[in-house]
């Protein structure tokens, strides 16, 4: 890396601190030759101004100037006094206010020889920092996080695309889901960031806690290529967890990504089996908080998540398979049931065939529905509403807004039709069941 400190060792600048001694540690980047009152715009982070001071006439001139170095986060400004009689200790003093690093250059040195100088400098510290970089390629994420840090000289982080911190050289100064977010809006924020490519369904981040240089986001995607081969080589575990399990059924409708998605939601899950649109895991613990963040980043049209309860893994299986098809019922792009959240009738229904589903509604409700075509009648709302109130005519009297006498007529008119009895339990549930089996 670049410092202030390492251009003033460069042979034949003969560069002077004029202010700002204890600043000198700070990266540069690149370097920028102005004469401008008020360069601000043109400005970016870590660069190295060089100006021959032809903006400056009389004392008050050099606050503009300077404000807009230090508003941009420049390293280091490099002045020639030639033309002004050495450098304007006005300029001194707003430097030592900015805390800007002032360098003064010899009257007789020319900028061009400067600009050479600095820009062989980078140049080599870049390809130095490049093969550093490749000789950590088979270090852990973690490794390579630090040495990012220390040749970007800013604090750098590795987020997964579900809003994971991965690894990171400092706190992060926004929650990780945000920086997730934020990447799938492309909105801009506190850090620079940089996709880490590969052939993975969630994408990971390079975080890094400041504006790049051109070098710099070139030394960040060399850093991003590393971390994608590391992610690459990342084995899952083979063995389940020891006791019961928790199954996870995830499904990408529209997508292939389901594998992908689960293997980099639950790490230390097991993969039992995959069919492109839905996958199973089995963990001991699972989260599954980050699917509608990282929802924003997948082809998927919807993302559908059933979560079985702790058991054999067997039967956690099959109950995060019927989970599922709860959630396919549920409205939202991304759906998640957890079978302990669901009455065990909805669990069941869900994992009937359509067709059965439709039978069973067409044998016992069969009836019912017909009477109501042709009377333009709503029995069958109004022996849902009275199941629905535990079979209490009082209860669903009320809830229909009618008198009790009328709500007991109905039940007894549909039950007639029905062939049913609804005051009794049996009767009660298989009428239940197919009401439900319409949802």
């Not at 439709?358 to 509403?385: C, F, I, K, N, S």
Request: hydrophobic share 45%; charged share 20%.
């Amino acid at each position: 890396m670049t410092t202030v400190k390492t251009l003033l060792g460069l042979p034949g600048l003969r560069l002077r601190p004029r202010a700002g001694a204890d600043l000198l540690d700070r990266p540069v980047t690149r370097i920028y030759v102005t004469e401008l009152s008020d360069p601000g715009r043109y400005l970016s982070a870590g660069e190295l101004v060089l100006s021959g001071l032809l903006w400056w006439h009389a004392p008050g001139d050099a606050e503009p100037f300077v404000a807009a170095l230090a508003r941009s986060g420049a390293a280091a400004l490099a002045a020639s006094g030639a033309d002004s009689g050495g450098i304007p200790d006005d300029v001194v003093d707003a430097c030592v206010r900015h805390r800007i690093p002032l360098l003064e250059v010899p009257d007789d040195l020319s900028f061009s020889v400067i600009t050479e100088q600095v820009v062989l400098a980078l140049a080599a510290a870049s390809d130095s920092a490049r093969k550093r970089l490749q000789a950590a390629a088979e270090a852990p994420v973690e490794t390579l996080a630090e040495r990012a840090s220390a040749e970007l000289g800013l604090p750098c982080w590795v987020l997964s695309g579900l809003g994971r911190l991965i690894a990171g050289t400092a706190p992060l100064p926004i929650p990780p889901e945000d920086v997730v977010r934020r990447y799938a809006a492309r909105e801009p924020g506190p850090l620079t960031l940089v996709p880490v490519e590969g052939r993975h369904a969630v994408p990971w981040l390079i975080a890094v806690g400041g504006p790049l240089s051109t070098a710099q986001v070139e030394l960040a995607e060399e850093v991003a290529g590393l971390v994608g081969v590391t992610r690459a080589r990342a084995v899952r575990p083979e063995a389940s967890p020891p006791g019961e399990v928790c199954v996870v059924a995830l499904r990408t409708e529209g997508s292939d990504e389901s594998r992908d998605v689960l293997g980099e939601l639950l790490p230390d899950a097991v993969l039992l089996e995959s069919s492109g649109e839905t996958s199973y895991a089995a963990a001991a613990r699972p989260s599954v908080a980050g699917l509608s963040i990282v929802e924003p980043l997948l082809r998927a049209t919807r993302i559908l998540c059933g979560v079985s309860d702790p058991g054999p893994r067997a039967e956690a299986a099959e109950s995060a398979r019927y989970a599922v098809e709860v959630a396919a019922r549920r409205p939202g792009r991304v759906a998640v049931v957890r079978t302990g959240a669901v009455d065990a009738h909805e669990l069941l229904l869900a994992g009937a065939p359509a067709g059965l589903r439709a039978a069973l509604r067409r044998r016992v409700l069969g009836p019912l529905l017909a009477y109501d075509a042709e009377q333009h009648t709503d029995l069958v709302h109004t022996v849902r509403v009275f199941l629905e109130c535990s079979g209490s005519p009082t209860r669903a009297a009320k809830a229909l807004h009618v008198h009790v006498n009328t709500l007991r007529y109905r039940i007894g008119r549909a039950g007639d039709l029905l062939g049913v009895d609804l005051t009794e339990f049996t009767g009660q549930l298989d009428v239940y069941l197919a009401l439900r089996a319409g949802d």
